[in-house]
């Protein structure tokens, strides 16, 4: 093979916050829900009853949106401009875990962990959306990030993941003894952006 082209990329992206803006946010200073797997079980897993969490913490939401900014710009080739919307912040004693899911009314969506972590402290799972179009289940000899069904990202303090909106994902069961902690939050463009019939203007509203 001579020439290899990643098509039609949901690209995925890992960038760090400092840790000293990471300490910035204060968990305890928040009020948790518990979350429901189905409408009959409950996980051991909470979230913020609040999604404007970021506004509390203006600094960090000022560098968040820099770097998809910059992201947007370099990687993904946009020149419009993005701001975050919800925001919101998760908590997961031992055994907790998420359920599948993607996020609506939003461009990227982004999971920072700014708290400390264990090694089996529950990775966040991405799933390929592309197997759903396929007509066949094949199985490869090893997961790569070209044919994987799905890709596991680890928490590490300081981590931000920025992902697409539309991809569904999942944080698998929180195995070790210390609390986890998490904030996620939604992008969308501003301003003028797209063309023709597909224009649209925020200041038309």
């Known amino acids: 093979m001579n020439r290899h082209f990643p098509l039609f990329a949901s690209n995925v992206a890992v960038t760090q916050l400092d840790h000293e803006l990471c300490d910035l946010i204060k968990p305890e200073d ?13 996980s051991n897993s909470y979230t913020t009853n609040d999604y404007r969490i970021l506004e509390k913490y203006p600094e960090v939401k000022k560098n968040l949106e820099e770097q998809f900014n910059l992201f947007a710009d370099k990687v993904l080739g946009y020149e419009d401009k993005f701001i975050i919307t919800t925001s919101w912040m998760t908590k997961m004693e031992t055994g907790g875990y998420s359920s599948s899911h993607s996020h609506k009314n939003c461009f990227y969506s982004g999971i920072l962990y700014f708290h400390e972590y264990e090694p089996n402290g529950g990775s966040v799972e991405f799933e390929n959306p592309l197997l759903m179009l396929s007509s066949y289940f094949l199985k490869p000899k090893e997961n790569t990030e070209d044919n994987a069904g799905s890709f596991f990202f680890p928490p590490n303090k300081g981590d931000i993941v920025w992902f697409p909106s539309y991809l569904r994902h999942r944080v698998t069961a929180h ?10 939050f939604n992008i969308i463009p501003i301003g003028k952006y797209g063309d023709g019939d597909s224009v649209y203007n925020q200041e038309w509203v």
């Open 30 to 42: 928040h009020e948790f829900i518990r979350c429901c797997v189905t409408e009959k079980v409950l």
């Open 175 to 184: 195995g070790g003894s210390n609390t986890r902690y998490s904030l996620a």
